[in-house]
């Protein structure tokens, strides 16, 4: 049966699905909003709540932005993947249940968890516990080598034009003003940097190419939820197999963004115990930091102009 998620979806379509266990009855759905790429329901019932993502053919938040829908399948594998190892199993929810033709996932409700987007402000602060749990896992999933794990390449080239090209056109239909004054005239000089955005294309072509280890692909605050003794790790739909250098680049990035970066370093270099290319780490340290700063995909950052501008200067050192 094929199925779309909608906030209004009646009841008795939902208690169709054929996951429900005997007795269960559906009482209610809410939305989970938090979801930037797909449509997510808490569906609750007589007996638990289970969680149901549904990919479109478009991102849920910029819905004129259009996305491959087979991510989902994407995401599916990898919790499959992380479930074969007892390290990561715990930090993810299991699949109950899998609808292709609707390109729905049901999975376990790990709960109402916030996530660490508060390190943006100062809300939050990553816990020294914290960061080597997110290294910790790290360190166990970039060991994982899966046979004819989907390259993904429909995503990762999403994932391009928005990382490594759109940021750094001169006219991109995207006024940064609307998110600063005076952010729009400080992007062009990095826009307008010939030498700096050669690098960024050269870099683009690696992230697109087929790498040797799974990686998460999207490892920020946004994915990490807390469960106050523990993390758990979420929205696997950029996975591929590619640099682990990404993954940690973008932590660090956003450990910058959360001015933990020199910490969240140390205990890098301390507690990550796979070989690696540290030069490739900061080059994608550093483009991370850039594109969230003029590319699109914005954080709720509490940065003044200069701020940033200190920022930017400190991503370019990274890149080169």
């Not at 995401?75 to 292709?100: H, N, T, V």
């Amino acid at each position: 049966m094929k199925f779309t998620l909608e906030n209004e979806s009646p009841i008795d379509q939902i208690q169709a699905l054929d996951c429900w266990m005997e007795g269960e009855i559906i009482i209610g759905v809410s939305d989970v909003n938090d979801s930037n790429m797909n449509k997510v329901l808490r569906i609750h019932t007589n007996q638990r709540s289970v969680i149901a993502k549904q990919s479109r053919p478009f991102v849920r938040k910029f819905p004129q932005i259009p996305a491959p829908i087979e991510r989902i399948q994407t995401e599916k594998r990898y919790y499959e993947e992380i479930q074969k190892e007892s390290e990561l199993a715990g930090f993810s929810p299991r699949i109950l249940a899998w609808y292709p033709e609707s390109y729905l996932l049901i999975t376990e409700d790990l709960g109402e968890l916030g996530d660490f987007s508060g390190i943006y402000s100062g809300e939050k602060k990553l816990q020294t516990n914290q960061i080597q749990e997110l290294i910790s896992y790290l360190n166990k999933l970039h060991q994982l080598q899966p046979v004819d794990f989907p390259d993904n390449l429909s995503m990762r080239e999403l994932n391009h034009v928005h990382i490594f090209h759109f940021p750094f056109q001169e006219e991109n239909g995207f006024n940064l003003n609307t998110i600063q004054d005076g952010l729009q005239e400080l992007s062009l000089a990095y826009k307008k940097d010939q030498e700096l955005k050669d690098r960024i294309t050269e870099l683009g072509k690696r992230y697109l190419q087929k790498g040797k280890v799974l990686i998460h692909g999207d490892y920020y605050p946004g994915s990490w939820m807390n469960a106050d003794d523990s993390i758990k790790i979420i929205d696997h739909e950029f996975s591929f197999l590619g640099d682990a250098e990404f993954d940690l680049g973008v932590f660090l990035a956003h450990g910058d963004f959360g001015n933990q970066g020199n910490e969240v370093e140390t205990q890098l270099k301390s507690n990550y115990n796979i070989p690696l290319d540290w030069n490739l780490v900061q080059a994608y340290r550093g483009i991370e930091i850039m594109r969230r700063l003029i590319g699109i995909a914005q954080l709720p950052l509490k940065l003044n102009l200069s701020q940033k501008e200190a920022l930017l200067n400190k991503a370019k050192t990274y890149l080169f």
